[in-house]
């Protein structure tokens, strides 16, 4: 069984023009990061020319498609009746992409299939992460 889920999707960047580019991203969950979700978009798709990846909680995507969630560098929430707003906080500036809803409860049931909400603890390799922590020593 494969410990690695990803998915891609189309995001539509919202801009302050009135027509949405739609872009490439993929989204990606991994059993042994088991509280974590990576949403990645290809170089072309950032003002940097350069590929960015951002990491948040399963948990914040799970309920920011049903009701506003997050406080930090990412915050999302439900818009409209099949779409739902990810908004990305960074120096540079703020990017919101939409993505359909649907899209996403698909990729968070292949993620709860791999690791189910709550056993998230039973898929952590503490050794290694503290390994990681204190950099090999």
């Given at each position: 069984?494969?410990?690695v889920?990803e998915?891609?999707v ?6 302050s ?13 991994d059993?042994r990061d ?8 290809p170089?072309t798709?950032?003002?940097?020319g ?6 948040f909680?399963?948990e914040?995507l ?22 739902t ?5 960074a120096?540079?500036g ?14 968070l ?5 791999l ?11 503490l ?7 204190f950099?090999?020593?």
């Amino acid at each position: 069984m494969s410990t690695v889920i990803e998915q891609p999707v189309q995001a539509r960047i919202v801009a302050s023009a009135p027509r949405m580019e739609t872009l490439p991203a993929t989204l990606r969950y991994d059993r042994r990061d088991p509280f974590a979700v990576h949403m990645a978009f290809p170089a072309t798709a950032t003002l940097e020319g350069t590929d960015v990846s951002w990491e948040f909680s399963r948990e914040l995507l799970a309920t920011g498609m049903d009701e506003a969630a997050g406080v930090g560098d990412v915050r999302i929430r439900p818009y409209g009746y099949d779409r739902t707003v990810l908004e990305f906080h960074a120096v540079e500036g703020i990017a919101m992409v939409h993505v359909r809803t649907a899209e996403l409860r698909l990729f968070l049931e292949r993620a709860q299939a791999l690791v189910p909400s709550g056993d998230e603890h039973r898929f952590l390799d503490l050794d290694r992460d503290l390994t990681d922590l204190f950099g090999g020593i």
